[in-house]
């Protein structure tokens, strides 16, 4: 089991930068797909990022593609959040999520990754709040 912990949420004005860290700990962190997640106030957790295979491909929802950036750093057990040009409708609690493949297979379908029931871990989550 691996354990997700999340960090750099804050406050931000509109326009501006975070970059989210999500540490995981254990080893072989490569056998994980990994994906970032919010929820807004009132509102189900949605979709946001995600990262997987070998050539570290991503996939970003409609409504941060161009402004978020995702990546890994393997030798940290590490995934990140850049998000760039943020917006006050970016405030919620931002979650990281891992997917085992050890329990999925190494062949995915990229919808599955869209849902929350396609991973099987999660952090407590990181608050980031965008002032107008």
């Known amino acids: 089991q691996v354990q997700l912990v999340e960090s750099g949420g804050g406050l931000v004005q509109a326009g501006g930068s975070l970059r989210l860290s999500c540490a995981a700990s254990g080893s072989n962190f490569r056998r994980y797909v990994m994906g970032w997640f919010r929820q807004a106030p009132g509102k189900d957790r949605e979709f946001v990022s995600t990262i997987w295979g070998s050539s570290d491909s991503t996939y970003y929802a409609d409504s941060v593609k161009g402004r978020f950036i995702i990546s890994r750093e393997d030798a940290k057990n590490t995934v990140y959040l850049q998000m760039n040009s943020l917006k006050p409708e970016d405030t919620a609690i931002y979650y990281c999520?891992?997917?085992?493949?050890?329990?999925?297979?190494?062949?995915?379908?990229?919808?599955?990754?869209?849902?929350?029931?396609?991973?099987?871990?999660w952090g407590q989550g990181t608050q980031v709040t965008v002032s107008s």
């Open positions: 999520a891992a997917r085992d493949s050890f329990y999925h297979g190494d062949s995915l379908i990229v919808t599955d990754l869209l849902r929350t029931g396609g991973y099987d871990y």
